[in-house]
Nanobody, 116 residues
Framework: QVQLVESGGGLVQAGGSLRLSCAASGINFSLYSMAWYRQAPGKQRELVARILPSGRTNYEDFVKGRFTISRDNAKNTVYLQMNSLQFEDTAVYYC??????????WGQGTQVTVSS
């Protein structure tokens, strides 16, 4: 059974940084493209960034230059380093596989709140 556990969220002032982690179990992690998503209040969940098994990354325009996705296959963990946070980045952040081939069951997410 796949389990995804996100952590690292919190309250931060605009311009600040946070590093999110997502520990995966129940999958052969190194074979999967992984991604970070977010869902702001009243909005649909949206893709933020993805990382391929090779380490190649892709970012949505609204986080380019500010966020960095990375992975540690030895720890079955994917990270999201978030810098220059903006009020608009306030959301619950989730990790999952790249949506191209569907997603696993969602974890509980981690709340990121940016104060302006």
């Amino acid at each position: 059974q796949v389990q995804l556990v996100e952590s690292g969220g919190g309250l931060v002032q605009a311009g600040g940084s946070l590093r999110l982690s997502c520990a995966a179990s129940g999958i052969n992690f190194s074979l999967y493209s992984m991604a970070w998503y977010r869902q702001a209040p009243g909005k649909q969940r949206e893709l933020v960034a993805r990382i391929l098994p090779s380490g190649r990354t892709n970012y949505e325009d609204f986080v380019k230059g500010r966020f960095t996705i990375s992975r540690d296959n030895a720890k079955n963990t994917v990270y999201l380093q978030m810098n220059s946070l903006q009020f608009e980045d306030t959301a619950v952040y989730y990790c999952n596989r790249d949506p191209t081939n569907g997603t696993f069951s969602w974890g509980q997410g981690t709340q990121v709140t940016v104060s302006s």
